[in-house]
């Protein structure tokens, strides 16, 4: 037999590593369900998203693309990188700096037509800030820094 | 020339903490009693200088001088005086320079309430929190200097303030938060010295209670004042958001609210030693991954400062060499530390356990859920993001877990508890919040609701065992006055704070649950109804502000035809930059909050907008308020001072270690 101290030792030892893996297991689990991934618009003109999986998608707002129904809040603009579009479609109040020719982000899923169903369109608080994901879109695809002002050298 | 005095400032302090940081060190390692004594003045003149830095770049702020950078950046000669002073904090330097200066009152205050404790002691706490200073003071010197001058010609005027920090909130948001965090410099530091000392003992727990108890009161508002800030400016209707930056205050708090209740085993049982230190490293790592991930723009976030890698960088030596250090520290003389282990299976000591590892949990899956992109991006190069949801799924059984044993731990007895006397104290409780959980949202709702039930059968079985705990507490004694009397602030500290628990928790469940929102396109005289209130837009007119223009809606909200609010929305835009800005209008109430986002202004004068019902979501910050006040009164518990006392006069003759007369306290917090 065990001292008896020893076995409480024990006991809290098998206690706190139980609760551990408990804890681990339940972190990884939600994890692994709630990564979105982000792509840019040529990713998905490439195919690399199936239709269906929800995803973050980020470019610029092309000039002139933006079409706002004038009865309800339902509004279709294009997301460029320029090189490729995606369309997007999104029902609701858009952020403040939502500008053509600005860097956005959305998050959403691809329908059946190629159309990105936005549930969430997010824009920068900051007039000259331009979101890193943005930024590496613009970069994934190869467009010519010298044609639009954010220009970062390609580091990988 | 006048910023060029604060820049002199700024060195002669750097100097300071480079003296406080290295002879009452050296003083406390050689017995130099001369050394040691030099850490209070030293301590007093940090503060000074930093103070007069603070004030002359206020100075600049306020009679716009925009030859300072700064100035020009953040401030504007139309903007009201008082975001012109504090636009101070509104940039990375000033706001840099606000934290280091902070962190100097902090090393002040321990350097004026240190009274009762052994030299050594002190001088080992006010050197390694002056070598902090001193790499905070290099930080701004080499990257980030805030009394920079625009040369050759400074602009003609500045270019605002972000239009999002024109707000009480911004005024009162970061100083609060900075002044909790950098309190855990202060616990931290205390923590560095008992280990350089090999002296983890009860009296140094003892010491660091009211530090911790009192940073921890602090971050709680400061969190929470951020918390209510988005929640009204920001617009979309949460008071939470998992954002990246919002993750490091709350990973700081998780691991100190394991602290204080770590830090009161090992005062009281003289366990968990070694947990107890690493649990204060790790708070303070925390505080500082807030700062780094903040001013290096790392992560995509709103709160991010404009990015340049070098500090980023720097602060990242700063966390690696301190934290690093400490750390290195520990894994020397932990092996020596010894911890009684006298306490079963069913005692207090082995729920705080509990608490602190759920919290230990919960605050290692924020980090990591915050961190894991830059670490997935790292290895991949691929970007994703994590959502709310992830959160939410581990926090929400987490707490459910987590204030199940709240109830449980402080009717508990030290070393020994037998189960049939904790069924015997708390069965019926038990059944009793389960009971009234079922019925009071049936009774309300009118239906059965899963999350309504388990938030209020938790909250009462948090109030209902407070109940039992204070009867219990108070039995003995001829009156109940009297026992209330006889219980200490420390006690009270606790049951408050655990409150406010309660009323946390009912304000997060139920709103989470239970607000709605919808969003739409109104014609002037148009109504839309959410829940049991309708909307109705009633026209826009235009008004002037200081420094903006606006169009003002008119929205009046009605409960079955009864009037019961007028709200004002406003969408502005700001004359300096040019910035359009959306202002929210918000009825506030005990039980809900009605709340009106607007969107945009169509041609024919219809405006789009959200509307929201957010039941009970004051009852988050109300809960956190109460839980910020309980910790405070428990550091202000009359024995931390009394001992003190007590101390100094035996501080002479004797060296710290026989605490073993305390007497048994009531509680946890006492």
Known sequence: MMKPHRRNRLGIILFIATGMSVAIGLTLFALSQNINMFYSPTAVANGEVEAGTMFRIGGMVKDGSVDQRRDSLAVRFVTTDYVHDVPIEYEGILPDLFREGQGIVAEGRLDAAGVFQASRVLAKHDENYMSPEVRAAMEQAGANPENHPFRESPED | MIPELGQF?????????????????????????????????????????????????????????????????????????????????????????????????????????????????????????????????????ATSNPFDRMA????????????????????????????????YSVVFAFAVAALLSGRLDAAWARWSRPWANVSWAILTIGIALGSWWAYYELGWGGWWAWDPVENPPLITWLFGAALIHSLAVTEKRRVFKSWTVLLAILAFAGSLLGTFITRSGLLTSVHAFASDPSRGVFILGILGISVGGALLLYAFRAPLIKSEFGFGPLSREVFLLANNIILVVAAASVFLGTLFPMFYQALTGDLISIGPPYFNLIFAPLMIVLVMLLGIGPISRWKKTSGSYLRRQLGKLALASLALGVALPLIVLLEISLPATIAVALALWIVLTIGRDLLAKTANKPGRWQGLRSLTYGYYGMQGAHFGVAVMLVGVALTSWFSTETSVLLRPGETVALGNYEFRFDGSERVAGPNYQADRATVLVTRSGAPVADLYPELRVYLASGTPSTEMAIDAGLTRDLFVTPGEIRDNGAWTMTVYVKPFVRWIWLGAIIMSLGAALAAADRRYRKLAGRRRESAAASSPGGQGGLQPAPGVGS
């Open chain 2, 152 to 183: 050759p010609v400074p602009p003609a005027d500045g270019a605002d303030l972000n239009t999002a920090l024109q707000d009480i909130g911004f005024i009162m948001h970061p100083p609060t938060l900075y002044m909790g965090y950098v309190g």
């Open chain 2, 9 to 141: 400032s700024l060195i002669l302090a750097f100097c300071l903490s480079i003296l406080l940081g290295t002879l009452p060190l050296a003083g406390a390692a050689t017995g130099n009693g001369l050394w040691m004594s030099l850490g209070r003045p030293l301590s007093a003149g940090l503060f000074v200088f930093l103070g007069i830095c603070l004030f002359i770049l206020g100075h600049a702020f306020v009679t716009d001088d925009f030859s300072v950078r700064v100035v020009a950046a953040q401030s504007n000669s139309l903007l009201p005086m008082q975001y012109k002073l504090t636009a101070l904090w509104g940039g990375h330097e000033g706001s840099f320079l606000l934290w280091t200066f902070m962190l100097s009152g902090w090393i002040l205050a321990v350097s004026v309430f240190s009274g009762g404790m052994p030299r050594e002691f002190v001088a080992r706490v006010l050197g390694v929190l002056g070598l902090l200073c001193a790499s905070y003071i290099l930080f701004m010197l």
